[in-house]
């Protein structure tokens, strides 16, 4: 099991939170931090109120509210980079299939 991980900008965690069409009022949080784990298939998370984290330390963040499925989360968040995807295709494989046209 990954330990959680923290997200304090705002956009990032609107960005997730919208892939992820999960409906969280963040305007009732004045400074929101996202708090995450994933694992192969999923993500655990919960948001926060930057302040109470703060008194209750970064690192005892032990447990999640909502859990979904990782495929709709951003990259930032999976760890893996759009450009890692690409570095998975051989181009000969890309030009050989050219050929067949």
């Known amino acids: 099991m990954s330990e959680f991980k923290i997200e304090f900008d705002r956009k990032k965690i609107e960005q997730f939170l919208s892939l992820l ?13 996202l708090s995450y784990r994933t694992d192969d298939d999923a993500v655990y998370y919960t948001v926060w109120e930057e302040e109470i984290l703060e008194r209750l330390g970064f690192n005892n963040v032990s447990g999640h509210d909502y859990k979904d499925p990782i495929f709709f989360c951003p990259d930032w968040v999976t760890g893996k980079d759009v450009e890692d ?4 295709i051989d181009d000969d494989d890309l030009f050989d299939d050219l050929d067949d046209l």
């Open 21 to 33: 069409e999960r409906k969280l009022d963040l305007n009732r949080y004045n400074k929101p931090v």
């Open 85 to 88: 995807d690409l570095d998975d």
